[in-house]
């Protein structure tokens, strides 16, 4: 089936009560032309356009023209038409970020906890080298344009990212503290086209070795937005969120 010609020929308002009325039953051209109030001249290029697109059928039985309904086309039109009501991973995100933009407020403070099946050395390489971050610093639909991070307090920490569309968004800041192999904490604040933050946000992440894997605790602070920074305030949880999945894929 052509379905955009189906629904097209479907759309018009006429087609529309003919479909209707012949869901109930098949009936005669006669009967269709009477019950929508058309000449039946008119009725019959209306089923012609309709059994053109093969929603349905005309058969001659005897003197008589029924006009029925094609259910064999009609379920593959709803096959598809399913699909388009069936819901994706991407549309569950883009939902809780939408939830998210009507809640926020000023300041966030999200903790994460994942499991890593990994060694503390491997889990740590990747949070603090520059080329290990950039395989899993972004959320879905983002490149890596840029990374730098090291295990040193006072190191600076910067994050640019490129949208499908070429869109880049930079976010900067500092190594506030570092206990080797255990914890490391940094500002990673989005800037604006001149370099300021649009508000402040702190990283937080704890590893706790046990025998086969390493817990991995992150908390994101973030604090200082307007109402014209709360869509990216909402997509620090969603966004951290994907990234430390990635993170769990990039180490197995």
């Known amino acids: 089936m052509d379905v955009q010609k189906a629904l097209v020929a479907m759309g018009e308002p006429t087609r529309f009560r003919i479909l209707s009325l012949l869901a109930s039953g098949p009936r005669t051209v006669g009967e269709v032309a009477a019950a929508v109030g058309a000449l039946q001249p008119q009725t019959t290029k209306h089923l012609q356009l309709l059994e053109a697109a093969g929603i349905i059928t005309v058969e001659r039985i005897g003197r008589r023209r029924l006009a029925r309904v094609d259910r064999d086309a009609v379920r593959e039109l709803a096959d598809w038409l399913s699909g388009l009501a069936s819901s994706t991973e991407d549309d569950e995100v883009l939902q809780q970020y939408a939830d998210a933009v009507r809640a926020a407020g000023t300041a966030v403070d999200i903790l994460f906890e994942r499991t890593l099946l990994a060694s503390p050395e491997a889990v740590w390489r990747a949070w603090t080298d520059p080329a290990q971050a950039a395989r899993w610093w972004a959320p879905r639909h983002f490149d890596v344009v840029r990374c730098s991070v090291a295990a040193e307090v006072g190191a600076a920490v910067e994050l640019v990212l490129r949208e499908g569309d070429g869109t880049e968004y930079t976010s900067a800041g500092v190594v506030r503290f570092v206990e080797p192999g255990r914890r490391i904490v940094f500002d990673l604040s989005p800037l604006d086209a001149t370099g300021r933050p649009f508000f402040e946000v702190v990283v937080d992440a704890t ?15 973030a604090e200082g937005a307007d109402a014209a920074a709360a869509p990216m305030l909402a997509g620090l949880e969603p966004g951290w969120s994907q990234q430390l999945d990635r993170l769990g894929e990039l180490l197995q």
């Open 207 to 221: 590893l706790e070795p046990s025998d086969e894997s390493v817990a991995l605790r992150v908390r994101i602070a």
